[in-house]
């Protein structure tokens, strides 16, 4: 049973529009949550994060929004850059062995 | 700063023969080691991780084993590689419990292994 959902696998956005990448999850003990990104045939890097005593994170581009009684995160990408195609992992944690979900493949076309 | 090494990038074995991938971790003392596997499209599946030297937990039964001999070394093993187990293998760390720990980790470059 999958405890952190990403329910696209793709998403398709125009360069300079925003994207925005959803994840679900159900266990209500995790409370930190985090956002990878990888591109192919390299390892995920550390994106954006956020503990669940907030409801916004935001750093430059990025901003990720938790809605703690829906179980629900996104991360927006305003504007979007060809650059920042690739997968995106969301994962939670309520330790230090975090669950990941299994990635939204974004591409910014331009 | 802190690095993470891992090797080989690529591999290709056949069924049947052993293996070992091997990471390594610079700039830090006794950080959490994790090792994860990316079979095609799937999500990041943990496999092993480790709070300290000879201290290993293991997340899924398989064919596979880890060991951490040293601090910053940290080695994923089996003697009988089977098709299944062909993937990319990643490699992570995070700080240590007590370091002013945060959850984020830090992920090497990958391993590919195909297995024929």
């Known amino acids: 049973d999958q405890q952190v959902k990403q329910n696209s696998p793709s998403l398709s956005v125009q360069e300079g529009r925003i994207s925005i990448l959803n994840c679900d999850y159900t266990?209500?003990?995790?409370?930190?949550f985090l956002w990878y990104k990888k591109y192919p045939a390299e390892g995920p890097t550390f994106l954006i994060s956020i503990s669940s005593i907030k409801d916004k994170n935001e750093d430059g581009r990025f901003t990720v929004f938790l809605n703690k009684s829906a179980k629900h995160l996104s991360l927006h990408i305003v504007p979007s850059q060809p650059g920042d195609s690739a997968v995106y992992f969301c994962a939670a944690s309520g330790s230090y062995i975090p669950t990941f979900g299994r990635g939204t493949s974004l591409i910014v076309h331009p | 700063s802190q690095t993470i090494h891992q090797w080989p990038a690529t591999l290709v074995q056949p069924v049947g023969s052993p293996l070992s991938l091997e990471c390594t971790v610079e700039g830090t003392s006794n950080p959490n080691l994790y090792w994860y596997r990316q079979a095609a499209g799937r999500g990041l599946q943990l496999l092993f991780y480790s709070v300290g030297i000879g201290q290993i937990s293991s997340e899924v039964p398989q064919n596979l084993s880890a060991s951490r001999p040293q601090d910053r070394q940290f080695i994923l093993s089996s003697k009988k590689l089977l098709l299944s187990d062909s993937g990319f293998y990643l490699c992570?760390?995070?700080w240590g419990f007590g370091q002013g720990a945060s959850y984020e980790q830090y992920f090497g470059p990958g391993t590919r292994l195909t297995v024929t």
């Open positions: 992570a760390w995070s």
């Open positions: 266990n209500s003990m995790f409370d930190y």
